[in-house]
């Protein structure tokens, strides 16, 4: 399994890495506000009068504050401190109404621009300042327009901190949607991989189980007739091995149809179940007659128990396959089928002689086993397989599978 990653909502949005170029919006604002306030300055419009640092004086803090808004994206906290010296400075002069107005957006960049602690102290901050100064003018001038100078200050200060705050909430609550529409795609990518991985270790499984009984019989077989010079076993032989082949390709084409999902009756195509037991048993005898194999079946179970599809099917897939595995490496002996079907669990054992057989072998890979315990993990079953003493002190291969009828069952 892979471990989930952290919640959307736990991750802060992204920011971009701030460059020390001024951006080029940054820069027409500048060009645009230093521009205005020189024509203004110029047609001798102003905002002030009778300031002790009259005519030229103006275009100071007018061109501060035009260099502080090439910083308003790389260093917002230090553009409004300046800037807002240049604002005090600019109360000296005639006034421009062009610094006024770029530092509104100084100040509204800082907001924006700055850092999350930033964001939350300038408007309580402006917020707190409108009020003093609305209530230093009013006790000092004692007239109603003093409440202008507040509305005043709340216009280039707080109104453009609290502007701020909603576009910088907006842009945030829009970053952190696309983090989680980008996590949501990742971890539905990561649940179609693990789906495909289950479905081909399903087919993997399927496809060996359906298979690889009728090969081995193939394989022995010809073997056998290649090895020994015998008219009569090299026709039995070959009898055998045509059988097998055409149970086999029947397979295939049942897998075919289950990988379509559909015949071409539009039904689905039905899986083995264990009332084709006494076929498969009696398949196992015609393939290791030759090899001094017999195959026995003692079924325990309740008359008229049904077993689940998923069940049923597993057990059949183990028995196969343990069969198939006897028929390449099993000594000439008994091979034993048990089926005993308890209360809450269906317990499958199968039992060969265990040991040096001589005579034509099938090569082995490993993958039946690892296909059997698979089938019984996913139905949270117990799985076993490996050489016992048997009661009269033999060798056995024993494989015992234990399968959960009642879901819940708790595992020992």
Known sequence: MIASPRSAASVPPHRPHRSHRPHRVDALIALAGLVGGIALWAVGLHTQGGRPLPGAWV????????ALELLRRSAPQTALVIG??????DQFTIG???????FTDVMYAAVLYGTPAAARRIPWTTGLITVAVTI?????????EALLIGVVTALISFFPASTGVLVRNHRDAAE?????????????????TQAVAAERARMARELHDMVANHLSAIAIHSTAALSLDDERTSRDALGVIRENSVEGLAEMRRLIGLLRESD????????PTLRALDTLLEQARTNGASSGLR???????DEGAGLPTPIDLAAYRIIQE???????????????VELDGAERALTVRVRSPFGDRPGPRAPGSGAGLVGMRERVELLDGDFEAGPVTAADGGKIWLVRAELPVVEGRERA
Request: no cysteine.
């Open 59 to 66: 275009l100071l803090p007018l061109t501060v504050m035009a």
């Open 295 to 301: 195959f026995t079946l003692d079924d325990r179970r």
């Open 176 to 192: 952190s949607a696309r983090l989680r529409a980008e996590q949501t795609a990742l971890l539905a990518e990561m649940d179609r």
């Open 264 to 271: 071409d009756t539009g039904t689905v195509s039905a899986a």
């Open 322 to 336: 343990s069969l198939t595995n006897a028929l390449k490496h099993a000594v000439p002996g008994t091979i034993t």
């Open 84 to 89: 807002t010296l240049a604002l005090v400075a």
């Open 96 to 102: 421009s109404l062009a610094t006024v107005v770029m």
């Open 136 to 144: 230093g003018f009013v006790t000092w001038l004692r007239t109603p």
